[in-house]
């Protein structure tokens, strides 16, 4: 461990990699409610991708909860479970906006151009998410 303290509170908000919480929260929702609302060819696509947002939107929701409330109480074994977390959704995610990628490149004839740009915007932000997760597990 480099021994970095870890902060509580409201000062969640003011260090660079807790900071990623709020945006991992906003892309990940963006992903969960575009997946929700679109159409794909292959529903167990749709449905994988929307596991991983929801999953880890609760995960980063909780995590963030928990910094919030101080509840590592400094320890930097926290530091461990935050990397690890972040590992698994970044497999998580990058499997999931491959998968997404594939299901909109094979979308077939019979679904609107709006579905097709509600699919190119859930690959955007799950690329997005995907790099903000990894963006947390290099800096922490």
Not at 40 to 47: A, Y
Not at 73 to 83: M, N
């Amino acid at each position: 461990m480099d021994g970095r303290t870890l902060p509580s509170g409201f000062a969640v908000f003011t260090t660079f990699p807790e900071l990623l919480f709020i945006f991992e929260l906003v892309f990940g929702g963006l992903v969960w409610m575009l997946i929700t609302s679109s159409q794909l060819p292959n529903p167990l696509v749709q449905g994988w991708v929307t596991f991983v947002s929801v999953f880890c939107f609760i995960g980063t929701g909780a995590l963030l909860f928990l910094y919030l409330t101080g509840a590592h109480g400094g320890e930097t074994s926290w530091v461990s479970l935050e990397s690890a977390y972040h590992t698994v959704a970044v497999l998580l995610y990058s499997i999931a906006s491959i998968l997404e990628i594939l299901a909109t490149i094979y979308m077939q004839d019979g679904f609107t151009y709006e579905h097709y740009l509600e699919n190119i915007s859930a690959v955007v932000f799950s690329c997005i998410a995907s790099l903000l997760y990894m963006a947390h597990v290099v800096f922490v």
